[in-house]
Antibody, heavy 122, light 105 residues
Framework: EVQLLESGGGLVQPGGSLRLSCAAS????????MSWVRQAPGKGLEWVSA????????YYADSVKGRFTISRDNSKNTLYLQMNSLRAEDTAVYYC???????????????WGQGTLLTVSS | DIQMTQSPSTLSASVGDRVTITCRAS??????LAWYQQKPGKAPKLLIY???SLESGVPSRFSGSGSGTEFTLTISSLQPDDFATYYC????????FGQGTKVEI
């Protein structure tokens, strides 16, 4: 059974940093691309960042480019999102999501974690 | 960037109704489109991928169609469990979601 368990959310002041983690199990982690998707309170889904299974390719939404860094440790079956220079508009539930294939494009997201809440506020 | 536009934003319907949601892409995405269902406080669930392929375990009352820039999600006979928000997502390039359609009573 595929399981994705996010952790690391919390309350951070504007300008601060935080790292989210996603522990994966139930599948061969290195064979699949992974994404982070967020949802601000009462709003729709916003894709944030993605990484191919090998880690060779990374993608970022314009809203986070230069501030967020996605990474993965395939030996630990874990996906990360390092978030710097946080803003109030980054407040959201952050979901870890698995793609159906090893590459990000032409590969839909087929499993989601339950999410971790990040609140950016003074 | 490829923009995704869903309509309507909100849809009022009754149990047993046939419901159709439309998603338009700002440029051709071939058939690289997925549909997700999300209920309050829960993670999204994949319903349809590659525009018209039904995900395993999803009831057959859900169907998808379209290619290029225009796509539809149809629920043939709305059930109480189907009241939720639905999102389309293109994955021809890096993923992009539509703004969502809330199906309410």
């Amino acid at each position: 059974e595929v399981q994705l368990l996010e952790s690391g959310g919390g309350l951070v002041q504007p300008g601060g940093s935080l790292r989210l983690s996603c522990a994966a199990s139930g599948f061969t982690f290195s064979n699949y691309a992974m994404s982070w998707v967020r949802q601000a309170p009462g709003k729709g889904l916003e894709w944030v960042s993605a990484m191919s299974g090998s880690g060779a390719s990374t993608y970022y939404a314009d809203s986070v480019k230069g501030r967020f860094t996605i990474s993965r440790d395939n030996s630990k079956n874990t996906l990360y999102l390092q978030m710097n220079s946080l803003r109030a508009e980054d407040t959201a539930v952050y979901y870890c999501a698995k793609h159906r294939g090893a590459i990000v494009v032409v590969s839909p997201v087929d499993y989601w974690g339950q999410g971790t809440l990040l609140t950016v506020s003074s | 960037d490829i923009q995704m536009t869903q309509s309507p934003s909100t849809l009022s319907a009754s149990v047993g109704d046939r419901v159709t949601i439309t998603c338009r892409a700002s440029q051709s995405i071939s058939s690289w489109l997925a549909w997700y269902q999300q209920k309050p406080g829960k993670a999204p669930k994949l319903l349809i991928y590659k525009a018209s392929s039904l995900e395993s375990g999803v009831p057959s009352r859900f169907s998808g169609s379209g290619s290029g820039t225009e796509f539809t999600l149809t629920i043939s006979s709305l059930q109480p469990d189907d009241f939720a928000t639905y999102y389309c997502q293109q994955y021809n390039s890096y993923p992009r979601f539509g703004q969502g359609t809330k199906v309410e009573i």
